[in-house]
C-alpha cells in the first residue's frame, strides 16, 4: 500500500515514539500489562501503516459488491437499501403472535422473523408429553397448517419476507408457508424469506435437533434441491454462528465453526449431485453481533472474505452470488443483564452499530428485559428504535465499510481470518464438521472459552458494568414483563382435537404412508411433506413418520 | 479422614437446549471439588428422578431458560416425594421471572439462581446446605 521509502520513514519515526513513549510508560503505566479483543487477540497501542500485514487493497479489500467482498455484498451498500429491521418475535398462539407481526410492521419494522416454540422446533405436536409446560413458551406453538394460516392472517406474503427460526422440521414449516400463501394465491415464485434449516449447530450448540445427521443432511440438501426450482427467492439455509457465539464460543471459533458447517453443507449438497452455482447463492449466514465492537467489525469483514475465498477456491463457484456471504445479525443474548436492565439498550447500540459497521444485510437488536422474559411490546419497540436512530440520524448508513482503512480494524480483519482458517483446517482434518460436532470437539471447545469467560468476570478481569462494578442495590426492575397465558395449552390442545375431528383423516394416512414410504427411498422428501402438510397431517403426525424411518439423534454428553 | 465429595446431578429438564449455563456450573462444582454428573438435554422429571436415585447424589441442580420451569421444577419435587427421596438439596437456575420464585420454594426448590450469579455463590450455597 506504502511505497518502501514511505513505510521506512514510517517505521523511523514508529520506533522513535514507542522510545519517547517509555519514559511516558515509567511515569505513568498503563491500566493493563497487557491489551486484547474479548477474542484474547493482542491488541497494540496503535496501528500504522506498518502494522499491516502486507496486504493488497484490491486482492483482499477490493471494493463493495466485489470480489472478495471484504468491503461489503453490494456496491451501493445501505445508500441503496438500508438493512432489514427483523425482530425475531412470536410467543403463545398463533392469533396472539399475528397481532404481535402486525403491530411491528405498524412501527415500521420491514421483515417478519418467526419465534416458534419448543415443541414445534423439535416436531413435537403441543399434546406431546415432552410438550408439558413448553407450548408456547419461547415462541409460537405452530401444530398445523392451520395454525400457519392464522399465524399469517392478513398479512400478504407477497409483500413481506419472512425468517423462520426452524431447523430439524424446516421443510415442514417451509411447506406450511407455501400453502399459507397459495391460499392467499401466492405462488411460490413470489416467496421471500428464510429458513434457518441449520442442523450442525443445533447438535454443537443449540439443542432442537431430531434425526441423526446423516439423514438430517438429506432433507437439507432435498430443501436446496426443491428451492432452487421452485422457491427461487427463498434463502434455503441461514448458517448460524449465532448460537454457538451465546453458548460462549470467541469471535474467532464464531467464525470457523459456522465456515466449517457451511462447508459441510456444501459438500453435502455437492455429493447429492446439485451443482455448486445452483444453490449456494442461496445460502445465507446468521452472526452474533457481541462486546467487543472493532473486533465484531473485523469480524463480519473477515467472514466475507473468507467465505468468498473457499467458495471460489475449493468449491470453484463461478456465480458472483455464490460468493457472496450474506448475512443476518442479532445483538448478543448472552451480553445482556439482569441487573440494572436499562443499560441493556446501550449494549444493544453498541452492538448493533458494529453489525451495521460491518455490513449486515438485517439485523435484530434485543430487547432490555430478555435477560427476565420474552420482551415486552415497550422493549421491543425500544430496540426497534434503535435501528431506526442507527439507520436515519447517525449517518453511519451513508457510505460503504466506512471502517475499512483503518489501520486496526484491518489488522483485526486479517487476524481473524488467519486464526479462523487455522480451525477449519484442523476441522478438515478431522474429517469436518459433521465428525467434529459427533466427536464433541466444537462442544468442548464452544464451553472451554465459556468456562474461562466466565472466570474472567468472576476475577473482574472482564467488567460487566452494573454486574460485578457499578452495583447498585434494589434498581428498578423492569415492569410489564410479558407472560404467556397458561390457557395457551388448553386451546392449543382443542385446536388439535378439532382438527383431528374435521379433517379427513383417511387422507392424512395416506399422505403420511407416502411420506414415510419417500423417507425410506432417495426421491426428494419435500413433495411428499408438502402434500401432507396439505393434508392436515400435524408437525407430530409428519415428523413421526420420519422417526419411524431415521431414528432419532442421541446427544453425547460432554462436559 | 477425608470427606466425602458432594455429588451433584447437574440436570436439564424439558426442550430447553440452552446448557451454556449448566456446563459453566458444572465446571465449576467440579473445580471447587465436588463430583458433577451431567445429565444431556431433553431430560424428562422421572428420568432426572431416577438419575438422582441411581447416581445416589446429594444435590440436584436443574437449569432451565425455556419458561417451563414453572411445570417441570415441581413436577421433579413431586417424584421425589413419591420416591422417598428426602435428603437431597435441590436448587434451580436460569430465566426466572422474581414473582415464580416463591412458588418454586413452597415447592421445595431450596434456591433459585438468576443471571449473573457468580458460581462462587452457588458453590458456597451447596457447601453450607447439602445434608450430610
Known sequence: MYDAKKL????????????????????RPERKEHFETLSG???ERVYTPSSESGYDYLQDLGLPGEYPYTRGVQPTMYRGRLWTMR????????????RRYKYLLEQGQTGLSVAFDLPTQIGYDSDHPMAQGEVGKVGVAIDSLKDMETLFDGIPLDQVSTSMTINAPAAVLLAMYVQTAAKQGVGPDRLKGTIQNDILKEYAARGTYIFPPGPSMRIITDIFAFCSENIPMWNTISISGYHIREAGSTAVQEVAFTLANGIAYVEAALNAGLKVDDFAPRLSFFFNAHLDFFEEVAKFRAARRLWAGIMKERFQAKSARSLMLRFHTQTAGCTLTAQQPQNNVIRVTLQALSAVLGGTQSLHTNSMDEAFSLPSEEAVQTALRTQQLIAHESGVANTADPLGGSFYVERLTDELEERARAYIEKIDEMGGAVVAVEQGY???????????????VETTEQIVVGLNKFQEE???????????DKRV???????????????????????????RECATGTDNLIPAIMEAVASYATLGEICDALREVFGEYTAVATL | MTKKKIRVLAAKPGLDGHDRGIKVISCALRDA???????????TPEQIVQAAIQEDVDVIAMSVLSGAHGYLFPRVMDLLEEAGVTDVL???????PEEDIQHLKDVGIRAIFGPGTPTTDIVQFIEENTPR
Do not use: C, H
Open chain 2, 33 to 43: 471439588g465436588m463430583e458433577v454428573i451431567y445429565t444431556g438435554l431433553r431430560q
Open chain 1, 489 to 515: 395449552m388448553e386451546s392449543q390442545l382443542a385446536k388439535l382435537e378439532r382438527l383431528r375431528a374435521e379433517r379427513d383423516n383417511a387422507a392424512v394416512t395416506s399422505t403420511v404412508a407416502r411420506l
Open chain 1, 442 to 456: 466444537i462442544q468442548k471447545e464452544i464451553q472451554e472459552s465459556a468456562y474461562a469467560y466466565q472466570k474472567a
Open chain 2, 90 to 96: 435441590v436448587i434451580g437456575g436460569g430465566i426466572i
Open chain 1, 87 to 98: 425482530q425475531y418475535a412470536g410467543f403463545a398462539s398463533a392469533e396472539e403472535s399475528n
Open chain 1, 8 to 27: 521506512k520513514e514510517i517505521e523511523e519515526s514508529l520506533a522513535a515514539w514507542v522510545k519517547k513513549t517509555q519514559a511516558v510508560l515509567e511515569k
Open chain 1, 474 to 484: 434494589g434498581a428498578p426492575r423492569p415492569t410489564n414483563l410479558l407472560r404467556v
Open chain 1, 41 to 43: 487477540i493482542p491488541v
